[in-house]
Structure formats: C-alpha cells, structure tokens
C-alpha cells in the first residue's frame, strides 16, 4: 500500500489537479496519450485514501472487461485488497448487477439466440425470411433501443417499418414471456425499474458517493440516461473522455453527451490533460492542426517532452505501390533494429487489407490481423470463391456445401442431408443429387423449387465472360447481393468488390489459381513479431513506434457511405486523428494517384484531411500569441518583426524564432 502523498507525486501538475477535485461534479477532458486511466485509477484511490468514501461506495463505469479488471487491479496495488468491493464493471454488467439485487433473475440472450427467436417469429408471421432477413430487423430493433424507442413510437409508413414494428412488439412480448432479456435490455430495463421505484432509484443514488464514468465520448443514449437517473445531489459524477477520439457513432454513441457534460451537472468543474506521454511532438503538431478544424470540441492542444518524431507523407501512383513502398519500408525499419511488433498498418475499411496482405507475403514479412479475418479468410469472400469454384467443378462437393448454406434461401438442414443422402446412395455428386432430386417426388414441391432456384444460375452463366462480369452475375443471380444489401453490411460488401482485383483475372481458372497460390502457411511461423495489420476502429488505445496509415483518399477517407454532412466528416477527421495519435516516432501517410476497382484503375484525389495536417504556422501570430515549441516549450510572444518573433519561454528564458520554423506551433 502506498501513502497519499506517494500517490500524488507521481502525477503532473493537470493529473493532480483532477485528482484532489474531489468536491464538485467533474469533467476530465484527457487528450490522446495524456495518462487517463492512471488519473482516473489515482484519483478514486486518493478519495479512498482520504476516507472520502468506502470502497462500496464507488462506482466506477467502463466499456469492457479488460478495462474494469485493469481499473481495478491498478487501484487495489495503490491502496490494498480492500478496494475490491467497489462497484467497477461495465455498463451491462453493474445494471445486470442492479436487476438481480432487486429480485429480478433474467435469462440472458446472446446473439445467436436473438436470431433464433426472430426466425420463429417470422415464420409465425409468415413473413419471407430472405426479403427481411432476421439480422436487419436485429440491427433495426437495437437501433430504436438505442434511441430509446418502444415499438408504438416507430411509424408505418413504409413497408420495411410495418414489417419492423410487426416483429418488434411480438420479440419483446416473446423476450417477457421467456424471462429474458437481451443486450439491450438490460440497461433499459434497469432505466425502466427506477423510472417505476422511486425508492430503488434513491437507494443507488445515495448509495454510490462518486460515480466515475471511463471515456464519457462513448456513451450512447441509454447509457447516458441511465448516469443522470444515479446522479443526485449526494453524490459527484466524474466523466473522463476525449471528445476529438469519439469515433463509435455506428454503435450509438453521442459525442454531445461530452461537450454538454458541464452544462447539465451543476457545481461542474473542467480540466484538461494535455501532455501526451505517447507521440514525438512532430506527429502531435500534426494531429493539433487537423483537429483544429472541428468546430464541435473543447479546444486544447497536446504537447510532449519527446522530440524527433519522423512524418513522411507519400503519393504513390497505384495501390499496388502503395503495398510495395509500405513492405519496402517495413524492411528497412527492420535492419535497423525496429520490432515488426511495434509496426502497425492502419486502414479506413476491411477490404484495404488485401493488397497489403500480399505485399507481406511476397517480401516474407510475417504479419496478423487484429480484429479481423484475412482477406481470403473472410465469410463473404469465401461464399463467392464458393460459387466460383463450383462454376467450373460441380462436383465440388465443399464448394457446394458452401454456396448452398451461403445464406437464408429457405434450404435447411433436412433438405440438405436428403440430397447428401441422395448422392451417397446413387454415387453422384451433391450438385448432381440436387438436379435429379428437383423430379423426385419424395421431396415437396416447394423443396424442389427451391434446389431449382438454386442449380439454374449455374447454367444460365455465360464461363467464358471476364471474371468481375462473372462475380457480378452469380452476385445478382444467387440473391448473395441482396442479402448484403438489405443488411446495410458495407464492408461485406467492399470485401466482395476487392475480391474483383485479387488476382489472375485473364480466365476463371487463372483467377482461382493465382488465389491459391497465396499460401499464408509460408509465413515464418517459429518467429513471433508480426506486423499488425487492423482497422483505425480496432487501433483505437493501442499504440505503436512506426504506424502506416494508408488510403487516405477521397471516398476512403473520408468514407463514401456517409451521409456527408458535416458532422459525419468531423467523425472522420476524429478517426484520422486517432489513427495519427498510435505514433510514438514514425508516421507514414499514404494515398495513391489510381486505385484498382471492378477490374479498371480509376483516379483518386487526395483526402481534404491531408490539407488539414499542414502546417500554417503564420497565422494570427502577434504579441501575446501562446506557441508551442519542440525545443524551447510552452511561450509567449513578446513582439513581431515581420517574419521574426521575439518569445519568451519561461524557464528557457527570451528566444527569437522565425514563423516558419517547422517546430513552431500556435496553441
């Protein structure tokens, strides 16, 4: 156990001043890299330490395990075992834990019996499970609960809507009946027992002293909800966040819930963490510029000790040379002692991954795809090599097993082992046994419509058509494009159209064989450090000493299926940020002048966030202007000589500097 004084020498002047805050409602803006977790860690052992409260007393919310258990274990090295009774877990798990207190004892449902329970209602409602497929309306039905919407507030104005609201009320009438409750609902329905019992609500608001709430920029609608419901005025409610890394409104999470905290919890006070213990201030002078463009945020600006970060902004003419300049460099980092461990490549979408992937491969670079599957690994782009393969070999028989169960077409289990039966009994092929079946009169006649629906696109497509024409084609004629359609499912979707430019495409033959040949079994699978390829969404708390961040273009990124109002395009700008904000030394920024699409390369224009990132040290800069300098720190100007200034530093005493120096930055 450390003592108090202990605990607050290891914190800077910013970390201090938010731990000993202990007597008003909070709000820690802790930028990039600023040491969040280690204040927020402290600052609930300080209050422990101080006897400001028990342990029991404490809430702490989080957004996943790993961070809970790691909250926890950090506080009870700081102040002893006592610590564990506090209340830190995850949103769902702390109101799970408040529902079973208070008698209620609910079968959980996971995803998987979520799909279940909307395929049987569907059937129930004769409602065409491949017109409406159960994970839309699941992704329809979360998002209302998200917004905290019953079904009697949807409206029924459109087809989609009806069917919508139809199989909303009967999944939460068969939820209520079963005793179950899904994700969602857990939440809600703790919303829902304090809303009915004032004296439940009471009980937790005076129970808990302080309530902290770890990145606050997350939260969605209920979560929020649920934090004002446990506020009161006998307790302190402390969120800690960084608006300008809110990147999760996909999932539901409202960045306003962070730039309105102050206004809506009184005797609120601010403070921001603005040393970053992670990035070289050349990558930071970067992400400054860039973030400096959204309106929607708290202004701040980061600064490092560290000195020498190396940026390199690079046009390639193709994606292709895009892979083969990051694989070059990669190998350079390599000999010069650089861990491929501490390399990372970083991409807007999934699909980006491919030409990198073999990039990797052709130079003997071994890598893993955090989050993600590999290119080639990927369920819709198995689904569609599937078809292909079955296109020039029906009697593959994998290959049929694949296609056929590639998604709902009404074809289950029971017709499946009739023909796999079929064809064991008669020697033939399962393609084979599906056409022969389609005149047998033991199956129904629906079956056979439905084995006919399925067998008839392999003969209407013309084999000798280039290979996009024909992933098009099945595409359209095997429903597949649809499916991904009516679930709104973009990268499955920019998966299955980077597949058009993986390989060999001068016949189908060609092409299938140019995939197999990228074995992945040739990696140097005795060497554990591996690049780290992976979304900037999965990047998102890691960090890394040389980050690539790759695409960045017009329609990548930003990303094209947005709706492009502005507040979707200062999301993005957040993404790139944080993607920036991995780097420790080395930042590669790279986009390519044409990019391979539908068998074609087509010309890309550069992101409008890379005019952001430049730097206009010239502006506004005049007696009394703060800067930052990579050398000297922290000043103020004292006057101006047309190019020249004259600033005082503080500690490093006056300096003259020109405005073009690259290591200035307004602030």
Sequence with gaps: MQQKNSIISQLNDSQRKAVVECNCNLLIIAGAGSGKTKTLTHKIAY?????????????????????????????????????????????????LRILRTEGFKPTIYDSKDQESLIKEILKRLNIDQKKYTPKALLSKISYHKLNMEKPDNIPNTTPFEKIVKKVYLAYEKELENAGALDFDN???????????????????????????????????????YLIKQLSSKNNFVCAVGDEDQSIYSFRGAKVENIMKFDKEYENCKVIKLTKNYRSAQEILNLANNLISKNSFRNEKSLYSDKIGGKITIKELPTDS?????????????????????????????????RSFEEALIRNSIPYSIIGSK??????????????????????????????????????????????????????????????????????????????????????EIDKTKSVDELIDEILEKSGYKNYLAEKSDY?????????????????????????????????????????????????????FNTVFVVGVEEGLFPNENL?????????????????ITRAKTNLFITHAQFRRKNNQYLPSRPSR????????????????????????????????????????????????VLTKDRNLTVV
């Design 563 to 579: 709706k492009k109002n502005e507040l979707d395009i200062e999301e993005e700008r957040r993404l790139f940020y944080v993607a």
């Design 609 to 656: 966030f890379l005019k952001d990132i430049e730097q206009k040290n010239d502006r506004k800069i005049e007696r009394g202007t703060k800067v930052l300098h990579t050398v000297y720190g922290r000043g103020v100007v004292l006057s101006r000589d047309g190019n020249l200034l004259t600033i005082n530093f503080g500690e490093n005493g006056i300096k003259k």
């Design 321 to 353: 040379d895009e892979a083969d300049f990051v694989a070059e460099k990669i190998i350079e980092l390599k000999s010069s002692g650089e861990s491929l461990n501490d390399i990372a490549i970083l991409y807007r979408t999934n699909h980006q991954s």
């Design 374 to 459: 590999r290119f080639l690994e990927r369920k819709e782009v198995k689904d569609v090599l599937a078809y292909l393969k079955l296109l020039i070999n029906p009697k593959d028989n994998v290959s049929f097993l694949r296609a056929i169960s590639s998604h709902p077409r009404g074809i289950g289990k029971a017709l499946i082992k009739k023909i796999s039966d079929y064809a064991e009994a008669k020697g033939v092929s399962l393609f084979e046994a599906s056409l022969q079946l389609q005149e047998n009169e033991k199956l129904t006649k629906k079956q056979r419509e439905l084995l006919k629906r399925f067998t008839t696109p392999f003969f």
């Design 186 to 224: 857990i939440i809600l329905k703790t919303i829902e027992l304090f809303e009915s019992n004032e004296e439940i609500r009471s009980k937790y608001s005076q129970k808990f002293k302080y309530i902290f709430i770890d990145e606050y920029q997350d939260t969605n609608y209920p979560q929020y």
């Design 491 to 543: 990268d499955r979707m920019s998966n299955v159209e980077e597949l058009k430019n993986a390989g060999d495409l001068s016949s189908l033959d060609n092409f299938l064989d140019s995939l197999s040949l990228l074995d992945y079994s040739d990696e140097l699978n005795d060497n554990n450090e591996f690049v780290k390829l992976m979304t900037i969404h999965a990047a998102k708390g890691l960090e």
């Design 47 to 95: 209050i422990l330490e101080e006897e400001l409260a028990k342990p029991s007393e404490i809430l702490a919310l989080t957004f996943t395990n790993k961070a809970a258990n790691e909250m926890k274990e950090r506080i009870v090295k700081l102040v002893g075992v006592s610590a564990k009774s506090m209340w830190i877990g995850t949103f769902h798990s702390i109101a």
